[in-house]
Nanobody, 124 residues
Framework: QVQLVESGGGLGQAGGSLRLSCATS????????MGWFRQAPGKERECVAS????????YYADSVKGRFTISRDVAKNTVYLQMNSLKPEDTAVYYC?????????????????WGQGTQVTVSS
C-alpha cells in the first residue's frame, strides 16, 4: 500500500516562501514519477510541478515557473516543492501524487496514488 504524506503547508505572506514535503512509503521510489498538484476553491486540480523517475524531466506550470522548484531525495523517499515569491493566487490545497507509469508527467490521469493534501494560504 503506497502512502504519501504531505507537510509544510500553512500561512505564508506574499513575496515569502514555503517548502512542502511529501514523504512516501514507496520502496522503489527511484522508479516513480512524482507530481505536485493544487486545487483552489471552485477550480480544477492542476499540476504545478512534476519530476520524472530519473529526475531528468521536470515540468512546471507557467504560473509558477521561476518561483517553484521541485526536487527529490531518493535516500529519504521524499519529494519537495520549494515555493518562493508567493502570490495570493497560490492559495490552494496542494497534493502530492505518484506513478510508475509512462506518459505526460503533467497529466492528472497518469497518477495512481495521492496524498491527502495540505492547505497553503498566501496573504497579501
Amino acid at each position: 500500500q503506497v502512502q504519501l504524506v504531505e507537510s509544510g503547508g500553512g500561512l505564508g505572506q506574499a513575496g515569502g516562501s514555503l517548502r512542502l514535503s511529501c514523504a512516501t512509503s514507496i520502496r522503489t521510489f527511484s522508479s516513480y514519477t512524482m507530481g505536485w498538484f493544487r486545487q483552489a476553491p471552485g477550480k480544477e486540480r492542476e499540476c504545478v510541478a512534476s519530476i520524472s523517475w530519473s529526475g531528468v524531466r521536470k515540468y512546471y506550470a507557467d504560473s509558477v515557473k521561476g518561483r517553484f522548484t521541485i526536487s527529490r531525495d531518493v535516500a529519504k523517499n521524499t519529494v519537495y516543492l520549494q515555493m518562493n515569491s508567493l502570490k495570493p493566487e497560490d492559495t490552494a490545497v496542494y497534493y502530492c501524487a505518484s506513478t510508475n507509469g509512462g506518459g505526460s508527467i503533467y497529466s492528472r490521469a497518469l497518477y495512481d496514488y495521492w496524498g491527502q493534501g495540505t492547505q497553503v494560504t498566501v496573504s497579501s
